[in-house]
């Protein structure tokens, strides 16, 4: 598992004080860009002439409010991985109380012709050390 800590801004809230609700994924995607980095690739993963890596399918459930000031904690699990295609788990707490769940599905595809692709080594074996 992956973890990174973020406190919540302002900026990030609707009129109520609680985190407007696509900020979620900015989040995530922050802790899997991070995960990726940490990795330490030989190869630029976000800018590769090869290959890119859409989001194919995300969701979310929102279980208690996150509001401003509050420090979060958003912990990133590996819960599929293919040959071409990963899936992300995210568990956003803060204390120890669950407040979201978010998934992301992630795909390699050549950027020549637009298909599939698979993903390359030090890639799968970085998500290895994650998946549950």
């Known amino acids: ?48 002439e090869n290959y890119v890596v859409p989001i194919i399918h995300s969701e979310s459930e929102y279980v208690k409010p996150i509001k401003f000031g509050d420090e979060i904690f958003i912990n990133v699990q590996v819960s599929q991985l293919r040959s071409s295609s990963f899936e992300l788990m995210y568990t956003i707490k803060k204390d120890k109380t669950l ?16 298909k599939k692709t698979e993903m390359f080594e030090d890639l799968a074996e970085g998500l290895k050390l994650h998946i549950t």
Do not use: Q
């Open 1 to 48: 598992m992956f973890t990174i800590k973020r406190k919540i801004n302002f900026f990030d809230c609707d009129p109520a004080g609680i985190i407007f609700y696509s900020r979620i994924f900015e989040f995530c995607h922050s802790a899997y860009e991070e995960m990726i980095s940490s990795f330490g690739l030989k190869e630029n993963y976000w800018m590769n």
């Open 99 to 114: 407040c979201a769940h978010v998934k992301t599905v992630h795909v390699f595809v050549d950027k020549r012709n637009w």
